[in-house]
């Protein structure tokens, strides 16, 4: 019997070579029309920490965060955070 090849593809070097994601906070903001102070506020979280989120600056995504920020945003996880492959890179 031959062997079965693993239909998936091995991780490259670079964590670079992954892919990214991209958060929507500043845009989903915008488009609610909510500041800072106010999305702070509501989701009981620091201005510093929402700030890196909304500047993409975080190193890993917190679920309870992201929970927060649907919630108050009433956005779907989808919304707030895109997937994008290396290739659209």
Same mark, same amino acid.
């Given at each position: &019997?031959?062997?079965? =090849?693993?239909?998936? *593809? %091995?991780?490259?070097?670079?964590? +670079?070579?992954?892919?990214? $994601?991209? /958060?929507?906070?500043a845009e989903l903001m915008e488009q609610r029309? #909510?500041? &800072?102070? %106010?999305?702070? $506020? *509501?989701?009981? &979280?620091?201005?510093? %920490?929402l700030r890196n989120y909304r500047d993409e600056? #975080? %190193? *890993?995504?917190?679920? +309870?965060?992201?929970? *927060?920020?649907? @919630? #108050?945003?009433?956005? +779907?996880?989808?919304?707030?955070? =895109? @997937? /994008?492959?290396?290739?659209? /890179?």
């Amino acid at each position: &019997m031959p062997k079965k =090849e693993n239909p998936l *593809r %091995q991780l490259p070097a670079s964590s +670079d070579e992954y892919g990214t $994601f991209k /958060i929507h906070l500043a845009e989903l903001m915008e488009q609610r029309g #909510v500041s &800072m102070n %106010q999305l702070s $506020f *509501r989701t009981e &979280m620091q201005r510093t %920490q929402l700030r890196n989120y909304r500047d993409e600056k #975080v %190193q *890993r995504l917190d679920i +309870d965060i992201l929970k *927060r920020l649907c @919630y #108050v945003l009433e956005c +779907d996880l989808n919304e707030l955070i =895109e @997937y /994008i492959p290396p290739k659209e /890179i």
